[in-house]
C-alpha cells in the first residue's frame, strides 16, 4: 500500500482527520504503518493472515485496558469493516533502537517483570469468548521450526559457534508444557518503548496467543542476556521452582528464536549486529 492510497482510505473512513503530514514508518512481512500528522500510527494489515491477527488485537483492548500496566497502541480510530486501524503514538522509542545508552536496567526489569505477571494472570474465563490462538507447537517443533532458519543464516554464524549449536540441535526436547497462559509472544526489544530511562509502552500485539508464559521471557534473553532476564524473573511473582523451569525453557526458546532473527538481519544490519552479539551468551 502507497503513501496516497493510505491517505484516501483514512479519509475515505475518518473525513474528520486534516492529513497534514503523513509518513510511512515501517513495513513488516504481515504490516505497514504510516505516521499521520506526526502523532497518530495507522496500520494496514497486508494479507488475510494479518487481517486475522488484527481483529484479535481488536478483541483484546477491554482486556488489556484493565489489566496491562504498562500502555499499549488503544485504536481510537476504527473502520466498520475493521480492515485497518489508527491510535494515537506511544511516548519513546524502540528499545533496539537505544540500546547502547539505555542503563536503567532495575527499572526495565520490575516494569517488565511485573507488566507480565499481570498478563499472564488474566483469568480463563476472561479470555473464553476471544478465540485466541493457541499455541500448539512441541519443543521438537521448535528444534525444527529453528534449524530451518540456521541453515539459512549459517554462513553469517562465526564458526567458533558451531560446536554449541550442534550440541543444542542434537540435544533431546523438553516436554510439552500445559499450563498456557495470554502472551504477548513476540516481546523483543523492537516491540518495547523506552523514553525517560524507564519503559513507556508495548507495541505490537498481533502475534498474542495463548501459549508457554517462557515465550515472553525468552525474546529478552535473546535480546539483553541472561542477567537482564534473570532481573526479570525476580521482580515476576511466582515461587522460586516455578522461576527456575520458566528461566530453562526461555533460554531454549531464546536459542531457537536467535536464527530467525540472524535471518532478519540479512536485510537490517541492526538485528545482525544484535543476534551475533547475542551469539555470545547462548553458543
Same mark, same amino acid.
Given at each position: 500500500?502507497?503513501?496516497?492510497?493510505?491517505?484516501?482510505?483514512?479519509?475515505?473512513?475518518?473525513?474528520?482527520?486534516?492529513?497534514?503530514?503523513?509518513? =510511512? *514508518?515501517?513495513?513488516?512481512?504481515?504490516?505497514?504503518?504510516? #505516521? $499521520?500528522?506526526?502523532?497518530?500510527?495507522?496500520? /494496514?494489515?497486508?494479507? &488475510?493472515?494479518?487481517?486475522?491477527?488484527?481483529?484479535?488485537?481488536?478483541?483484546?483492548?477491554?482486556?488489556?485496558?484493565?489489566?496491562?500496566?504498562?500502555?499499549? &497502541?488503544?485504536?481510537?480510530?476504527?473502520?466498520?469493516?475493521?480492515?485497518? $486501524?489508527?491510535?494515537? =503514538? +506511544?511516548?519513546?522509542? &524502540?528499545?533496539?533502537?537505544?540500546?547502547?545508552?539505555?542503563?536503567?536496567?532495575?527499572?526495565?526489569? %520490575?516494569?517488565?517483570?511485573?507488566?507480565?505477571?499481570?498478563?499472564?494472570?488474566?483469568?480463563?474465563?476472561?479470555?473464553?469468548?476471544?478465540?485466541?490462538? !493457541? #499455541?500448539?507447537?512441541? /519443543?521438537?517443533?521448535?528444534?525444527?521450526?529453528?534449524?530451518?532458519? /540456521?541453515?539459512?543464516?549459517?554462513? +553469517?554464524?562465526?564458526?567458533?559457534?558451531?560446536?554449541?549449536?550442534?550440541?543444542?540441535?542434537?540435544?533431546?526436547?523438553?516436554?510439552?508444557?500445559?499450563? =498456557? !497462559?495470554?502472551?504477548?509472544?513476540?516481546?523483543?526489544?523492537?516491540?518495547?518503548?523506552? @523514553?525517560?530511562? =524507564?519503559?513507556?509502552?508495548?507495541?505490537?500485539?498481533?502475534? !498474542?496467543?495463548?501459549?508457554?508464559?517462557?515465550?515472553?521471557?525468552?525474546? *529478552?534473553?535473546?535480546? $539483553?542476556?541472561?542477567?537482564?532476564?534473570?532481573? $526479570?524473573?525476580?521482580?515476576?511473582?511466582?515461587?522460586?521452582?516455578?522461576? !527456575?523451569?520458566?528461566?530453562?525453557?526461555? *533460554?531454549?526458546?531464546?536459542?531457537?528464536?536467535?536464527? %530467525?532473527?540472524?535471518?532478519?538481519?540479512?536485510?537490517?544490519? *541492526?538485528?545482525?549486529?544484535?543476534?551475533?552479539? @547475542?551469539?555470545?551468551?547462548?553458543?
Amino acid at each position: 500500500m502507497d503513501q496516497n492510497t493510505a491517505s484516501l482510505l483514512i479519509l475515505k473512513h475518518f473525513s474528520n482527520i486534516k492529513i497534514s503530514k503523513i509518513v =510511512k *514508518i515501517g513495513e513488516g512481512s504481515g504490516n505497514i504503518a504510516y #505516521e $499521520v500528522n506526526e502523532h497518530l500510527i495507522f496500520r /494496514f494489515p497486508k494479507g &488475510p493472515v494479518n487481517q486475522n491477527q488484527l481483529s484479535q488485537e481488536i478483541k483484546l483492548q477491554s482486556l488489556l485496558k484493565i489489566h496491562s500496566t504498562l500502555p499499549y &497502541p488503544e485504536f481510537e480510530y476504527l473502520p466498520t469493516d475493521h480492515s485497518f $486501524v489508527g491510535y494515537q =503514538k +506511544l511516548h519513546g522509542n &524502540p528499545l533496539i533502537r537505544k540500546l547502547t545508552n539505555f542503563s536503567s536496567w532495575d527499572t526495565f526489569a %520490575e516494569q517488565i517483570g511485573n507488566f507480565l505477571y499481570q498478563l499472564h494472570s488474566i483469568p480463563q474465563n476472561e479470555l473464553d469468548n476471544l478465540d485466541i490462538l !493457541v #499455541e500448539n507447537k512441541s /519443543f521438537t517443533d521448535w528444534h525444527e521450526y529453528s534449524f530451518s532458519f /540456521f541453515e539459512k543464516t549459517k554462513h +553469517l554464524i562465526p564458526k567458533r559457534h558451531s560446536p554449541s549449536i550442534e550440541v543444542f540441535f542434537n540435544s533431546k526436547p523438553q516436554s510439552q508444557i500445559s499450563n =498456557k !497462559v495470554l502472551c504477548h509472544n513476540d516481546l523483543g526489544i523492537e516491540h518495547i518503548l523506552v @523514553a525517560d530511562d =524507564k519503559v513507556t509502552g508495548i507495541i505490537d500485539w498481533g502475534g !498474542v496467543a495463548l501459549a508457554d508464559p517462557s515465550c515472553d521471557f525468552a525474546r *529478552i534473553y535473546r535480546d $539483553v542476556g541472561p542477567k537482564i532476564l534473570d532481573m $526479570v524473573l525476580v521482580k515476576y511473582n511466582t515461587t522460586l521452582e516455578a522461576r !527456575v523451569q520458566l528461566r530453562e525453557r526461555a *533460554i531454549f526458546y531464546g536459542k531457537c528464536l536467535i536464527f %530467525e532473527d540472524l535471518y532478519c538481519g540479512i536485510r537490517d544490519d *541492526i538485528y545482525l549486529q544484535k543476534s551475533l552479539k @547475542a551469539l555470545n551468551w547462548m553458543y
